[in-house]
């Protein structure tokens, strides 16, 4: 009877969680081409789906790609050569991976509390629920797919202690080095492990667990020391960002003070507002219902959930743990202007356990040890949390289908699409999609475009490009050389767009024509033609006169 009782209690946990993860998959469902970094995995896909190898086809001469990891990539390239929708499909696929992630995460969840059904299910609701995770659900970036395999190199982790076998340690470190493959902050998840088997002197499972990272990462540091002589480009990149000159000359003391910078506002701020979203942020439902004053206490006492369970977590140490560290200093030291909420996304459902670890020792404290009433007080505070959650998430899901509906009769990159989003952001967008479809109609095949987003405009013109902010990239020193240069064997083309700037330098769209467009069309006015221009908010073309 109580083993038909557990077997029952298993599959109504997975059961309900894969009915709402592919519900949740379905609402927040949409095929618009977004604005961030999705030209970042498209580009050098579109390269491998064409044969031209792993570049960035977006920019004169298509250079390597070195920068961004290739799986996600390659993954997309498999879809662009089997269809004539690939950006549709290819989302659909990012929501196949959202509910992949879901199965995964909620498996290890389940072994993490074995004995405590409401707890685990509790946990993968704030983990797999939360709303800032379901809205890149449908994007091209790498969040899901690395997420999945996280969760996933845990999980095969824990079978590889259990059994000792070296097959399976092999195992986690193929998985481990597709999350690097996949995310360069995927070095945490491989060092986390590593560093876990080494303090624990397990020489032999280190040897295959090694064996197993390195069959798969080698051949990428092989080809990237081949084409650029640098085996890890985005690390260098973060490096001199941060003022060194390589990985090798990395300034610690510049790098410590950075984290002081930026871990507290994650840990405080961004981290409370992805686990329960629009109760401090967004909506902000607290200042609504007249409770803004504690917006504050909130906001830390979330965090010492969190630090709390993570202080208990370290009676056991485990690879979980160095994973949470690592990932924490990878995603803090660099200065990476503004904080990013898709850094702290694999690390949410972490996040969610020692939530819950702090909840059931608070829970213990207040009933003096009574474990009845310790197991009510837990189920009433972690049910709280995830209805929460599961509240926000359906409501928003609700709202987002409906209005997708209007969209969906457009084309992913149509101009009229982002119209719909209501904003002045992504009506700038709009006209930048418009302008970008003159180009295709009324340019020649080898013109080029200076914008500042080439990879995105060549997937909206299928017209290579630089930006113009960027002319070190093409081999020259300022804005107006680069046009010079580049217009001597090909029409150049350079795209005015309608972001808003902030009134600073950064890296917001509308800066970069702020700083360094408008002064260029300013100062060489007589080199230049206006072609075209859209609709409001005005996107314009400019045609360089040789």
């Known amino acids: 009877m109580m083993q038909e009782h557990k077997d029952r209690s298993r599959i109504s946990y997975y059961a309900t969680l894969m009915v709402l993860a592919s519900l949740f998959a379905v609402l927040f469902y949409s095929a618009t081409w977004l604005t961030g970094d999705e030209a970042r995995y498209y580009v050098p896909a579109w390269s491998l789906a064409h044969g031209y190898g792993y570049t960035d086809a977006a920019m004169p001469g298509r250079p390597p790609e070195t920068m961004t990891p290739p799986l996600q990539a390659f993954l997309i390239s498999l879809i662009i050569r089997s269809t004539d929708n690939p950006i549709a499909l290819a989302k659909a696929v990012g929501s196949i991976w959202y509910i992949l992630y879901a199965l995964l995460t909620a498996m290890l969840v389940r072994r993490l509390f074995s004995t405590r059904p409401g707890t685990a299910w509790a946990v993968s609701v704030m983990a797999l629920f939360a709303l800032p995770i379901l809205v890149v659900t449908p994007g091209l970036m790498a969040d899901l797919p690395f997420m999945a395999l996280v969760a996933f190199a845990f999980l095969l982790l824990h079978r590889a202690e259990s059994s000792r076998s070296p097959g399976w340690?092999?195992?986690?470190?193929?998985?481990?080095?597709?999350?690097?493959?996949?995310?360069?902050?995927?070095?945490?998840?491989?060092?986390?492990?590593?560093?876990?088997?080494?303090?624990?002197?397990?020489?032999?499972?280190?040897?295959?667990?090694?064996?197993?990272?390195?069959?798969?990462?080698?051949?990428?540091?092989?080809?990237?020391?081949?084409?650029?002589?640098?085996?890890?480009?985005?690390?260098?990149?973060?490096?001199?960002?941060?003022?060194?000159?390589?990985v090798s000359d990395l300034p610690v003391m510049r790098l410590v003070r950075q984290f002081t910078i930026k871990f507290p506002p994650y840990l405080h701020s961004v981290l409370p507002s992805i686990l329960f979203p629009h109760l401090i942020e967004g909506r902000n439902l607290l200042g609504i219902l007249g409770l803004g004053f504690l917006a504050a206490p909130f906001r830390w006492g979330v965090a010492a959930l969190v630090a709390v369970g993570f202080g208990l977590s370290l009676r056991r140490f485990s690879a979980m743990e160095l994973y949470w560290i690592l990932t924490w200093v990878l995603i803090s030291i660099f200065p990476?202007?503004?904080?990013?909420?898709?850094?702290?996304?694999?690390?949410?459902?972490?996040?969610?356990?020692?939530?819950?670890?702090?909840?059931?020792v608070l829970s213990d404290m207040a009933?003096?040890?009574?474990?009845?009433?310790?197991?009510?007080?837990?189920?009433?505070?972690?049910?709280?949390?995830?209805?929460?959650?599961?509240?926000?998430?359906?409501?928003?899901?609700?709202?987002?289908?409906?209005?997708?509906?209007?969209?969906?009769?457009?084309?992913?990159?149509?101009?009229?699409?982002?119209?719909?989003?209501?904003?002045?952001?992504?009506?700038?967008?709009?006209?930048?999609?418009?302008?970008?479809?003159?180009?295709?109609?009324?340019?020649?095949?080898?013109?080029?475009?200076a914008s500042r987003?080439?990879?995105?405009?060549?997937?909206?013109?299928?017209?290579?490009?630089?930006?113009?902010?960027?002319p070190n990239r093409i081999g020259y020193s300022n804005a107006w050389d680069a046009v010079m240069?580049?217009?001597?064997?090909?029409?150049?083309?350079?795209?005015?767009?309608?972001?808003?700037?902030?009134?600073?330098?950064?890296?917001?769209?509308?800066?970069?024509?702020?700083?360094?467009?408008?002064?260029?069309?300013?100062?060489?006015?007589?080199?230049?033609?206006?072609?075209?221009?859209?609709?409001?908010p005005s996107t314009r073309v400019w045609r360089y006169i040789p």
């Open 169 to 246: 340690m092999f195992s986690v470190g193929m998985v481990a080095s597709l999350a690097y493959l996949t995310r360069a902050v995927g070095l945490a998840l491989v060092a986390g492990i590593a560093l876990h088997l080494l303090l624990h002197r397990r020489w032999k499972e280190l040897l295959w667990y090694l064996a197993g990272a390195v069959l798969l990462y080698a051949p990428w540091q092989i080809r990237n020391l081949l084409v650029a002589t640098n085996a890890e480009s985005y690390f260098s990149y973060a490096s001199k960002v941060a003022g060194g000159s390589g």
């Open 336 to 360: 990476f202007p503004g904080f990013y909420p898709y850094y702290l996304f694999p690390m949410v459902f972490i996040a969610a356990i020692y939530v819950a670890r702090s909840v059931g």
């Open 367 to 449: 009933t003096r040890g009574n474990r009845q009433r310790s197991t009510q007080v837990r189920g009433v505070i972690l049910g709280g949390m995830a209805a929460y959650v599961l509240a926000i998430a359906l409501t928003s899901g609700v709202i987002h289908w409906r209005k997708e509906q209007p969209r969906r009769a457009y084309a992913p990159t149509a101009p009229e699409r982002y119209r719909f989003y209501l904003n002045d952001y992504y009506d700038a967008w709009s006209t930048f999609a418009e302008a970008a479809e003159w180009i295709r109609n009324h340019t020649p095949q080898n013109a080029l475009v």
């Open 453 to 470: 987003k080439p990879g995105h405009y060549f997937v909206l013109s299928d017209r290579q490009g630089w930006r113009y902010d960027e």
């Open 485 to 536: 240069g580049m217009g001597r064997d090909a029409p150049v083309y350079v795209v005015e767009d309608a972001f808003a700037g902030q009134g600073e330098h950064s890296t917001w769209y509308g800066e970069s024509r702020v700083h360094v467009l408008e002064p260029l069309l300013q100062e060489h006015a007589d080199a230049f033609e206006l072609v075209f221009t859209s609709s409001k």
